[in-house]
C-alpha cells in the first residue's frame, strides 16, 4: 500500500481540525461574528492601536469588507475607534474592555480545545509537532515568494 503524500495528510487532517473546531465553538458563534471578525479581535489583542491599513495587509481583504467588520464589531461594543493625535485625520482601533473579556474567553476555550487535539501526545512529541510545523509553514511560505 503506498504512503499517503505529507500535503494530503496535512490538508485532511486540517479539515477534520476545522470541523471539530466549528463544533467546539458552535454555541459561541451565535453572537453574530464571522470567523474573520474574530480574526481581527486575536490580531488587535496583539496590536492595539493599528489602522484600518494595517487589519487590510493583515487579513488581505478589501477595504470595504475590513470597514464592514469594523462597523460589526463597533455596534457590539467591541473594538472602538481613537483618533491619532498624531494625524487627526487617522483613526487607530482597540479592544474595548468587553473585547478584551471576549478575546481572553476564547483563549481559554481554545486552550481546551488543544487539549482535546493533542490527548495522548506527550509534551516532547507534541515540541517535535510544532517545530515541524513551524518548518512546514516556512517552506510554504517560500515557496510562495519563489525562494525555493
Known amino acids: 500500500m503506498k504512503e499517503t503524500p505529507t500535503l494530503i495528510l496535512v490538508k485532511e487532517t486540517g479539515k477534520k481540525i476545522r470541523s471539530a473546531f466549528e463544533e467546539f465553538f458552535s454555541p459561541e458563534q451565535s453572537d453574530g461574528l464571522?470567523?474573520?471578525?474574530r480574526h481581527?479581535?486575536?490580531?488587535?489583542?496583539?496590536?492595539?492601536?493599528?489602522?484600518?491599513?494595517?487589519?487590510?495587509?493583515?487579513?488581505g481583504r478589501a477595504k470595504s469588507s475590513?470597514?464592514?467588520?469594523?462597523?460589526?464589531?463597533?455596534?457590539?461594543?467591541l473594538v472602538q475607534y481613537v483618533v491619532s493625535a498624531?494625524?487627526?485625520?487617522?483613526?487607530?482601533?482597540?479592544?474595548t474592555d468587553l473585547g478584551m473579556a471576549r478575546c481572553e474567553d476564547a483563549?481559554?476555550?481554545?486552550?481546551e480545545f488543544d487539549s482535546i487535539l493533542l490527548s495522548g501526545i506527550s509534551s516532547e512529541e507534541e515540541e517535535r509537532l510544532r517545530k515541524a510545523l513551524e518548518i512546514i509553514s516556512s517552506n510554504a511560505e517560500r515557496s510562495i515568494d519563489g525562494q525555493e
Open 86 to 95: 498624531e494625524d487627526r485625520r487617522e483613526k487607530r482601533v482597540y479592544l
Open 34 to 37: 464571522g470567523p474573520q471578525d
Open 107 to 111: 483563549h481559554k476555550r481554545i486552550k
Open 66 to 77: 475590513i470597514s464592514e467588520s469594523l462597523r460589526v464589531l463597533v455596534d457590539k461594543g
Open 40 to 59: 481581527l479581535l486575536f490580531y488587535l489583542l496583539d496590536h492595539p492601536g493599528a489602522s484600518s491599513a494595517d487589519l487590510q495587509s493583515f487579513q
